[in-house]
Structure formats: structure tokens, C-alpha cells
């Protein structure tokens, strides 16, 4: 056993410094299979103070360290790299629920805490914690401040930045930034607490946070809508914004490439529509009770929409059980990607204007390099968020496809930086995309970011590999 | 005329170098005649790339710059010190409205654009913008983001900082950051944005911004409502919001003293009460439409708040006009204050949860201390946020008051310390609680902001003597 290990160990028991190759193999590869590294060791604080001592050891060492949660990332932002040298952080057995005020409308949790468990807390307290995404089950807050999660209730209640108020952060030398307050207002100083939510771990170590609390809406409605084409859901978008406001909970787009792709997979999802239309869009109203009023408004909404030539048909869901079919459909698009075929991605974010102009534009763009590629895109219209997907021609073979991909991402891309979009509306940068930061950012942000992460991290060895291009200058 | 002069009117223009004493009076003293300072020079650029210029001639002659916007700062965060060596940088010429996107609800402005001409473009294109604060009139949305601004919606569309999508910043050398998208998702960096947020200026010159614009609400209710006192108002504050959701645009709480005080100088304040309460709450509900149904659901509220003992009296107002007398009350008390004589101010925030413990406390040790002091305190409950004054006891000599004064702060900031409150709510650090921050901040957390100065600002020159104390490390 090296020193390095044998001091985690002394402070963690060696119970919580995994180095077997059998204890590592949850930890060394992400979740969708894409990315495979070395550890020198897993390690398991129980605590901040086991943290904080674990980086106080690392740092003298010169240890690499990457900090982990639920191992959920969509870019490969938790996995180490090849060379064995870094120690995985897993926050997992930091899971205490450390405060719930009702009054305030705040919790304070530790960072390992699974999301899932945040919301049903403040469900038992009577409120309402809003982030909801795929992997709620199994990602911890931690992970969702490192990597600013989003979701399916962005549309009102904002990213994890927005539902955040305090952080306790451990730095790269051990130490501690208390900054675990409950305020909604506080204008005493620069933003840290801004500066660590969606750093990806390479600028300090989340172990706690306070979040706010939402009152909990009893009533929801919702809709399946055929439209056009993305300007018609974007049209209808504002309609349903004017009339509805703040209800407005969600309003997803997909279009019918996306759907039949979803009726070809998935075996339970019904399309609640007549034919399968050209596009789609899931509308979902929430509100504090009186569910009648609530479908009246949605329906009157739909109407306008009709009547501006924006709708051709639509479904409101009767009940709850008729609203979960609809989420399936939404919710079936990845899982049926999956069983496609291997698509090339793209989370791509642009102003909300822009959208329909850009899905025309980018699929002209990617089938002029790749005739009869199929873009299958869908996502979260109302944030600028679309998942714009590429799958292979019908037939074609998988690794030809591959071997053009990463050109149909640079057009991708391309035309998100014409219209000032975002490479990574939410998933982050991680391995997935940071080679690709020195062409989307500009050289003063990226020189900024540069030196910030050289203030906090001089040595470079938080999360190393992920979000920071390495630098070129100097 | 010296060698930075002769520079700065060569890119200007010598129309827009103010030198002499009458031109530059009304930019040294704040507009509460608390501070006094004297400048080398005001400067009005008339575009970013002026601004820029003025950074790099700065910079190279070691002038200290003061950005000034509206010049309506609370805590003299925009004048200059005495010494007669500073710029003053003028943003009000940069006023234009760059854009309106009314199908992605985004405006882009110049940093010097007065908050009320945002307002008023965002209505005219059928949406809008919900910062709102006394000084709307003439403050800018600059000075705004530099103070990151609260006022009386934040219960519902959060501070300036949750209000703005991108930042143009000159930075201290003279380089220009673009940060001016309009991206509602965004996971590609650190958050450079929310750094200049809240920065008063000590980071860089903001000189354009993309901001957030919201489906405007048709519908108002309003209620002017008598309770016990704070801790009655924040268990109505929660049935309110149970029962409202998002509707709750406004709950702004007032103690019988403060009543008191209104009506004895505010000629046409009248209470909508049929005597004057231990405290009172101001209600507002907004809603897209349906005015009925808005009304209806602060009664209902309002009855359950009756049954449980926490609702003494209330007055709805049934038009706008009685509304308007509601908030005529709300808004006199600052200069009900000014007119009772000089009081000790405090802008403090706290876990919602701990203000009515939080104001019975300080209270009482204020008084031991004082023996007479009258608390008037008011302010918005639902974020936290108080404004809690000392006026002196009836008859007291202003000089005496003024002389024990320091130590009512430390009483009343002792005790906000303890529920780990902020002694900033709204009204930002300034040159009126710089030399606080020592006691109040601690030293991890002002080492970093110390490190961070330094980095975007290593010669110290822009807005010195604010925010920041004197480092007192190495």
C-alpha cells in the first residue's frame, strides 16, 4: 500500500478506499458506457471534515482528484481519465437531509443526497422541490449543482442555479467556504456560490447546499398538441404564455420523425392523435388546485391556436393516468434513440426566437454532407433547449456514420455559434466537449476562466480533464 | 490642462470631460447628501468602444475610475472619495434600447438606459419587465446590476441578478467581455456573468445587458391587512402562498409605529382600517386576467387567515385607485422617516423563518442600550428582507442619538450575524458598510474576494474604497 493510501485510509478505514479493481468497476466507468478510466482509489468520506482532510492529503501528494455523485453525467464530467493516477471523491455517503424549514421554504442538504429524496422531503413537509430530470433516482444534488442540472420544469423555475441560495464548498487545499446561508437576498459581496454551481467540480468540492422550496401546486393539465412545424410551436408557445403565465409548467417539442421513432421502440406509448403529425408539443399547466379552471385555460389557449392556424389537433389529458401517456411518449425519445442506433448528439441552447430558423437550417446543412441523415430533435422549446439529434441514413453502416459524425457536429455547431447559441445547454462540457471550448468560446473568456481556475486550483488537480481546455497560452 | 485630461477629451470630445466645479457638482455628492467627494474628471462616454478607451488611458495614467449610472446609490456606492484623484465614468449617455425580442422575451440594452424606459419598451411590445423600486425614475439598469438590485417583486421574478440573461463588461485594461447572449440554458464555463453581478463596479464597467421579459400580468388584487404582528404576518405570509402560488407578487410588511409615523407626515396617506394596528401587511396578487377570480382568492385566503386567529382587519381594494392608496402608505415611510429626523438604517436579511424572533430581539437590546429608540420597522417579509430604523426617543438631542448610533448597528448587525443574516439586503456594501465586512464576512470568504479583485483588477482602480476594505493580509 502506497502512503498516499495508506493516510486515506487512516482517516476515511480502509473500508472507504477502494482499490480492488472489483470495488472500483461502479466508479471508473460513466453510466452510458462511453467513458472508461483508472483509479488509484475510490475513496468515501462519511463527512465534510473527512473531505476536507482527503484534500488536504491529495493536495500534498499532488493527487488528481475527481469528485463523483450519482455517476450520471451526460459528458463524461465524473469518470477519471486513463492514467490511473486520480483518486475518485465519491460524495455518496454524505446523505443526510440536514435541515427542512417550512416556513422559510428552504432544505439544507448534504451533497450526496439522491434527488429523488430532496423531492419526496419536501413533499412530506408539504412542498415542492422542482427539479425533475431522467436520472432523479440516482443523481445526488452535488452533481446536479456541479453540473447546473435543468430538466423538464426549467420553463418556471429555473436551472439548479436558480433553485439555489447557499453552498458549503471544501477548496483544493482542505479548506472550507462556509457559505451555507438561507437568504434570497444578500448583496454583500461577489457571487462564490455562482462560481462553483455548474464549475464541474474543478474549482472546489460541493458538500452541502441550501435550496429553496416552492409551495406545492395540487392541480396540473395537460395537452398534446400537433402543429406544424417548430415556428407553429413557438407561435403557440407565446399564445399560451400570454394566457397562462406563470402556470406554464412545461412545453416540450418533438417532431414526427421524433415520434415515430418513439411508436417504432417504444411498445406502451399510444400517440393520443389521430395520425402522427408533423410536429408536437407537450404543454403542461400546474397550479395550486382547481383543476377545472385550470383545463378551461389550457383549452382556451389551444383555441386561440387553432384559430391562428398554429394547431391541427390536440389531445388534453382527462385525468392523471392520461397525462402520465403523454410524459411516456416525451420520455420514451431517448430509450428509443438507444435502440435505433448509435446518433450522433447534440444539446444545443440559442435564443428562443431563433429556434424554428435553426432547425431548417440545420438540417439542410447536415443532409447537404450526409444525404438521407435523419435529425431527430426534440427538447425544451420554451428555454432555447434543443436535443438535436443526428441518426444514419436507413441502412447505412454504423461506423461510416461514425467516421462523419464529428463533421455533422461541426456544422452543428457552427450554426449555433452564428446565431450565439450554446454547445451544452445543460449537460455540460465534461470529456464529451471540451476539446471543442477553444473554438466556441471566446480567448478572453476562456483566458478569464483560466485564471480562475488558477486562483482556486493552482495545482490543477480538481477534476482534471473536464470543462477546462488545457491551456494554450503562456 | 494635465496629460489624462488632454487624452480623455481627445476620444471624447471636451464636451464630454467635465472639469470645473459647477459642471461635475451634481456627480461628486449622492443623492441623499451623505458623501462628498471631489473628481479629477467626469467623463460621458457615448459607446462601449468610448468606455473601453477610457479604461485603457485610465489604466495607463493609474486613475481610479468610479462608474456612476442614475447616481441613486444607498450606500455612496458611486461617489467618489475626497482625494480628488478619480474619474467618474458617466453611463447615462449610453441609453439606448439595442433590442426587443418579444417571441424570446429578451431586451438588450445599454448600461445607461433609465430602469423606468425598460419598463415602459417592455409594455409596449406586450410584455414585461418586474424590477421596480422608488428610484425608477432615474436609476439605471447599470447601476442596477452593479447593486444587483431587489425592490418590491422580488417575492415573484427574484433580484436583478435572476432577471438578466447577458453581460457586456469593459474590464479594468480596457478589453471588452461579450458576454451578451440570450441564453436561458447555458453549461459552458463559469458564470463570469453573476461575478459582475453585485460587483458595485469594483470588477469592470458594465455597459450592456440582456434581460429577462416576462407575459404581463392584466389582473391585480390588493389588500391592506392588520395583524398582530411579525410573527402573525409570516404564518399569513405561507396560507397566502398555499393558496396563491405564484400569484403572490408582493407581501410587504409595517409595524404600528411606522403606521404611526405615515400618517402623522404623509398628508394624503389614509389607512383603509378603521384604527391603527400593532403591524400591517400590503398584499399583491397578479394573475394574467380574471380579475374576480384573483379578488376572490385573497378573500379566501384572507378569511382562513381570519379563522386562524391571524388576520385582525383587512381592506381589498376594489380599483385601482384604492390599490394605489395602499401602496401610498408603503411607499411614504422612507419619507415619513426623513421628516421624524436622522435614524439609524439597517438593510438586513435573514432565514425568512427568523425575522419575527429576529425583530422582538433586537427590539429589546436596542432599548436597553436606548432606552426610548423607536424601532420603525418595514420592509419585504416574504424575501427576508428588513429595513430596520432607530429614530431617536422622543425629545432625544440628534447629536446624542447620533453618538450612540455605531453601537445600535453592532447591536442590531450582532444579531443578524447570529441567524447568519446579511447586513445587505438590497442596498449593497457601498462606502457605508465597508469597513464592516471584516467583522462580518469571514476571512476564507474575503480572502477569495480579495484574490478575485485582484485578478480582474490588480492595480485597484476601479471604484476604490467600495465593497472591498483595505486588505489587510500580506
Not at 493527487?63 to 490511473?84: E, K, L
Not at 428509443?336 to 448509435?342: D, H, M, Q, S, T
Amino acid at each position: 500500500m502506497d502512503d498516499l493510501i495508506a493516510e486515506l485510509a487512516g482517516v476515511l478505514g480502509e473500508a472507504n478506499v477502494l482499490v480492488s479493481e472489483q470495488d472500483q468497476a461502479p466508479f471508473i466507468t460513466d453510466w452510458l458506457g462511453k467513458y472508461r478510466g483508472a483509479a488509484r482509489a475510490v475513496v468515501r468520506p462519511g463527512s465534510t471534515a473527512d473531505v476536507a482532510a482527503v484534500m488536504r492529503i491529495c493536495a500534498r501528494h499532488k493527487a488528481p482528484v475527481v469528485p463523483q455523485g450519482g455517476n450520471t453525467s451526460m459528458s463524461g464530467g465524473a469518470t477519471p481519465d486513463a492514467s490511473g493516477q486520480a483518486i475518485i471523491l465519491s460524495l455518496t455517503r454524505l446523505n443526510s437531509i440536514r435541515n427542512i424549514d417550512a416556513v422559510g421554504n428552504t432544505i439544507t442538504v448534504d451533497a450526496g443526497v439522491v434527488l429523488a429524496k430532496v423531492q419526496q422531503a419536501a413533499g412530506a413537509a408539504g412542498r415542492f422541490f422542482p427539479l425533475s430530470l431522467g436520472a432523479e433516482g440516482s443523481c445526488t444534488i452535488g452533481g446536479n449543482l456541479a453540473a447546473n442540472a435543468g430538466g423538464v420544469a426549467v420553463l418556471r423555475y429555473g436551472t439548479m442555479r436558480e433553485l439555489t441560495l447557499g453552498l458549503e464548498v471544501v477548496l483544493a487545499d482542505g479548506r472550507v467556504w462556509d457559505g451555507l446561508t438561507a437568504l434570497r437576498k444578500d448583496n454583500t459581496g461577489y457571487a462564490l456560490r455562482d462560481l462553483f454551481i455548474g464549475s464541474e467540480g474543478t474549482l472546489g468540492v460541493i458538500t452541502g447546499a441550501v435550496l429553496k422550496l416552492f409551495a406545492r401546486p395540487h392541480a396540473r393539465a395537460s395537452a398534446f398538441v400537433a402543429v406544424r412545424d417548430a415556428a407553429a410551436a413557438l407561435a403557440l408557445l407565446a399564445t399560451v404564455r400570454d394566457r397562462c403565465g406563470d402556470r406554464l409548467t412545461a412545453f416540450e417539442f418533438m417532431t414526427g420523425e421524433c415520434l415515430a421513432l418513439i411508436l417504432r421502440h417504444i411498445g406502451d406509448a399510444r400517440l393520443p392523435l389521430a395520425a402522427t403529425p408533423p410536429a408536437a408539443v407537450l404543454i403542461e399547466l400546474s397550479d395550486q388546485d382547481d383543476e377545472p379552471e385550470l383545463r378551461e385555460r389550457l383549452e382556451a389557449a389551444l383555441a386561440e391556436g387553432i384559430e391562428a392556424g398554429l394547431v391541427l389537433d390536440a389531445a388534453i389529458a382527462q385525468d392523471g393516468t392520461q397525462a402520465k401517456a403523454f410524459w411516456r411518449i416525451r420520455e420514451g425519445v431517448s430509450e428509443a434513440l438507444v435502440r435505433e442506433g448509435k446518433a450522433a448528439k447534440h444539446d444545443v441552447s440559442m435564443p428562443v426566437s431563433a429556434m424554428a430558423e435553426f432547425v431548417a437550417v440545420a438540417d439542410a446543412a447536415v443532409r447537404r454532407v450526409a444525404p438521407g441523415v435523419r435529425p431527430i430533435v426534440f427538447g425544451h422549446l420554451g428555454d432555447g433547449n434543443l436535443h438535436y439529434n443526428l441518426l444514419p441514413a436507413e441502412g447505412q453502416d454504423p461506423a461510416a456514420f461514425a467516421a462523419i459524425a464529428p463533421e455533422l457536429t461541426r456544422i452543428v455547431h457552427d450554426e449555433i455559434g452564428r446565431r450565439r447559441g450554446s454547445i451544452s445547454a445543460e449537460h455540460g462540457i465534461g470529456q464529451l466537449r471540451v476539446d471543442e471550448m477553444p473554438l466556441r468560446k471566446a480567448p478572453l473568456e476562456l483566458e478569464l476562466m483560466h485564471q480562475l481556475k488558477h486562483l482556486l486550483d493552482p495545482a490543477g488537480l480538481l477534476n482534471p480533464g473536464k470543462l477546462m481546455p488545457a491551456a494554450t497560452k503562456n
